[in-house]
């Protein structure tokens, strides 16, 4: 369990993030266009899994928006953007911010993302959102990196994201 703020209040989630070193977990996700992805739909390629509460709020769209930008600058890598919301409103949201260098995935059907890899909120007033986490895998889903971001309000720490594919 981690412990994280929401507005400075406490807040939990129901476990810890994959460790540096670790294998990602495998998911089935769901795409903008309702298809099913999974961690081996992008086999071969390093990943950086974005993953926020929702679209619809100013910190959430702002890390979408930065990793879209440094997307195209990633050689043989995919940036994945992972929520609760669903797939429509992430459609929107790119359509509206002329997002398409990154790959948009929902975790509404059951929350089962969230909670195998350990970011599902518990205890806040987001409870079954998923919490600000980056993680950034390589060709072989091993965790190159991790973070936890402790205030959901906070944006994470891109520069330490996109140096571990250095």
């Known amino acids: 369990m981690a412990t994280?703020?929401?507005?400075?209040?406490?807040?939990?989630?129901?476990?810890?993030?994959?460790?540096?070193?670790?294998?990602?977990?495998?998911?089935?996700?769901?795409?903008?266009?309702?298809?099913q992805k999974s961690l081996?739909?992008?086999?071969?390629?390093?990943?950086?899994?974005n993953i926020f509460p929702s679209v619809d709020t100013g910190i959430c769209a702002?890390?979408?928006?930065?990793?879209?930008?440094?997307?195209?600058?990633?050689?043989?890598?995919?940036?994945?953007?992972?929520?609760?919301?669903?797939?429509?409103?992430?459609?929107?949201?790119?359509?509206?911010?002329?997002i398409e260098n990154l790959d948009m995935l929902s975790d509404?059907?059951?929350?089962?993302?969230?909670?195998?890899y350990g970011l599902e909120i518990t205890k806040s007033a987001f409870t079954g959102l998923h919490a600000r986490v980056v993680l950034v895998l390589d060709e072989n889903n091993k965790v190159l990196y991790g973070e936890q971001v402790p205030e959901i309000g906070q944006e994470p720490n891109y520069e330490a994201a996109l140096d571990a594919l250095q």
């Open 40 to 49: 081996d739909d992008y086999n071969g390629k390093r990943k950086i899994l």
């Open 62 to 98: 702002a890390s979408a928006r930065k990793f879209n930008e440094e997307a195209t600058k990633l050689n043989n890598t995919q940036v994945l953007c992972i929520s609760r919301d669903l797939p429509f409103a992430q459609a929107r949201f790119c359509a509206a911010e002329g």
């Open 108 to 116: 509404f059907n059951d929350g089962r993302f969230g909670k195998n």
């Open 4 to 35: 994280i703020t929401l507005g400075g209040n406490p807040a939990e989630t129901n476990g810890s993030i994959p460790t540096n070193g670790s294998t990602a977990p495998d998911f089935n996700l769901i795409a903008v266009d309702l298809s």
